[in-house]
């Protein structure tokens, strides 16, 4: 590593090396080169300008949309002796000339703006050698959190005299955001850097329950006081779900955009200093905050997008030790989500209908997330570009043993429904011909006669997810297609025929869980909760006896289904899910003993 780069980051942040991803940036955009980094929060993307800003003649601005950050941000780089400032709405008209004066006098190496004071006359004279955009992502129409103003960045550097270097930095951004970002921003054959998404210390968890209250009570009573945060969708969610908490003696703090400024500071301090060790709170609430134990995150509803989700699920386990991040997901969570997207918000115009577009894309693949049966790691890092592990063994889906489910019949259904909606010469999206086959009898199933055709209804036993896992192998082995468009519609491919003429018997690897409904929600009648509190705390004894998590003993799920069959004999035990030969053999005995106690 370059010595003078040693130096500096020494010098200034007090920082002895550079982390995976660091030097790259920086060695490029000391050549002059443009560069884009995609890095997760907590990277260290700061760094990747700060230093060469420093290195570098002249001035580094900072575009950057988090007015509330920025003052921090330059208060951070005084304390280091780093000649800075900012210029956002929050100044005084004085202090902003001021500010403008001391930058064109060369006074600072590092000035922060707003987006929207690009367009400002006064800026194109600052002697500006790089521009950074912190929160890149903005720029794309694609990403979770356009901002309009970030599109005059170009204009902006094309009006300045001598054209600067410039760096791009996101945390979250897909390829297709990625090359917005590139294009938007006209980057001049960048460097580009994708590292780090994988947090090995995180177990990813989907539970598909319509019992949210019960997969609640159950995820906080194996976890003691330790730190964590349940995500709701809505205000009023987490007024409820905290209020049910409380009174059953957890001591939860809430957090929303509908709260006195000084509950929501109160309640942020309670959690961070751990006199509360649970929040339950909105989305509002994380931005900037860095609580280190955080040992769980739960979200109690679906979010709008992966990159919202990985984010928020991301707040778990800064510190390195084993978090999990748990999303419980019911079907509604998809359309309550997907009527705020298409509805007008009460004081707002209607959305545009390529926003509403786009963000249903998003959520789709949220959607495909949760009900997926791969392994949730690799999901989530292709999501982001980056290469899975295949399975990765620390998730739901690889920790669930998988069989090969029969789905000849369920595929005739489909492949057939699809066919029925071609002949009427119609194509629609993979909720509608769900929503035929369950016979739904909502306006925009009935609206286009679905419900006159044969298949209409013929899928009412099976779940929606259940349907939508077929459908989505199907596509993905070209029995159907899947047409890009303004909507993606379902319709015919070639193979189409192989199910309905030739009626090709199909497989395909299914979690079992996802098959038998009766492992994953016990009724309550059949179901023991005493036992299962003792197998619980037998399994935390097992798990602490190898030193490995609980779940890699049994699942939870594995655990009920022993409340449910009582095996008394080590032949019945062989029966519960999730028992294979070495799970019988290592466990076998231990835990059909305390069955039969
Ligand atoms: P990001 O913007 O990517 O979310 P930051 O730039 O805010 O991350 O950095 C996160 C933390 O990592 C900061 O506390 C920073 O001091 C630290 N950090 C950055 N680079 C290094 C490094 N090379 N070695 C040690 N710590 C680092
Ligand atoms: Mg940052």
């Not at 935390?540 to 939870?556: I, L, Q, W």
Request: with cysteine.
């Amino acid at each position: 590593m370059d010595n003078e780069i040693l130096r500096v980051i020494k010098k200034y942040f007090g920082l002895a090396s550079l982390r995976q991803g660091q030097e790259g940036v920086i060695n490029a955009i000391l050549a002059g080169r443009d560069a884009a980094a995609v890095m997760p929060t907590g990277a260290g993307k700061s760094l990747c300008y700060q230093a060469p800003a420093l290195m570098r003649q002249g001035l580094t601005v900072v575009v950057s949309p988090l007015i509330s950050l920025m003052k921090d941000q330059v208060s951070a780089l005084s304390d280091a002796r780093i000649p800075s400032a900012y210029l956002n709405s929050s100044l005084s008209f004085p202090d902003y000339q001021r500010t403008l004066a001391k930058a064109s006098r060369g006074e600072f190496k590092i000035l922060y703006i707003a987006p929207e004071r690009l367009r400002r006359e006064e800026i194109r004279s600052l002697p500006i050698t790089m521009a950074a955009i912190d929160e890149a992502h903005c720029i794309s129409q694609w990403g979770h959190d356009f901002r309009p103003s970030y599109l005059a960045i170009d204009g902006f550097i094309r009006s300045l005299p001598e054209r600067p270097v410039i760096a791009a930095f996101t945390a979250t951004a897909t390829p297709r955001v990625r090359e917005d970002i590139i294009q938007n921003l006209n980057l001049h054959d960048p460097y580009v850097a994708v590292t780090g998404f994988n947090r090995e210390n995180l177990y990813f968890e989907v539970q598909r329950t319509e019992r949210k209250l019960a997969a609640i009570e159950d995820a906080l009573k194996s976890r003691g006081n330790k730190s964590g945060i349940i995500y709701c969708a809505t205000r009023k969610a987490v007024d409820a779900l905290s209020a049910f908490l409380r009174k059953r003696g957890v001591k939860a703090a809430r957090y929303h955009a509908g709260m006195e400024d000084a509950e929501r500071q109160k309640n942020q301090e309670d959690f961070i200093r751990d006199r509360k060790p649970l929040m339950v709170a909105t989305s509002a609430f994380g931005m900037g905050i860095d609580k280190a134990n955080v040992s769980f995150v739960i979200h109690y509803n679906m979010p709008k997008n992966i990159e919202s989700y990985y984010q928020e699920a991301g707040r778990a386990g800064r510190d390195g030790k084993q978090a999990d991040c748990i999303l419980l997901y019911s079907p509604k969570d998809a359309a309550v989500n997907r009527y705020l997207i298409t509805a007008p918000a009460p004081d707002r115009d209607a959305p545009r209908p390529e926003t509403v577009r786009r963000n249903l894309a998003l959520l789709e693949a949220m959607t495909e997330y949760a009900c997926s049966q791969d392994c949730l790691r690799s999901r989530l890092l292709s999501y982001f570009g980056e290469e899975g592990p295949g399975r990765c063994g620390h998730c739901s889906n690889c920790a669930a043993p998988f069989e090969e489910a029969d789905i000849t019949i369920a595929s005739q259904k489909i492949v057939s429904c699809v066919y029925r909606i071609e002949a009427l010469g119609k194509r629609f999206g993979k909720n509608l011909v769900i929503g035929a086959l369950r016979g739904s009898r909502s306006r925009r199933v009935l609206g286009p006669g679905l419900d006159r055709l044969s298949t209409y209804g013929i899928m009412r036993d099976t779940g929606p997810d259940q349907i939508r896992v077929i459908m989505d192998y199907l596509i993905e082995n070209q029995y159907l297609t899947l047409l890009e468009g303004e909507y993606p519609a379902l319709c015919l491919a070639p193979r189409s025929k192989e199910i309905i003429i030739d009626r090709k018997p199909l497989t395909m690897p299914m979690a079992r869980a996802a098959q038998i409904p009766a492992a994953s929600a016990p009724d309550e009648a059949g179901f023991d909760r005493a036992l299962f509190g003792r197998l619980k705390a037998l399994r935390s004894e097992a798990a602490a006896a190898e030193g490995k998590p609980p779940f890699m003993v049994f699942p939870d799920a594995s655990l009920k289904d022993m409340c449910v069959k009582k095996p008394q004999t080590l032949e019945a035990f062989t029966q519960v899910f999730g028992v294979g030969a070495a799970k019988l053999k290592k466990y076998g005995g231990l835990f059909v003993a305390a069955i039969k106690e």
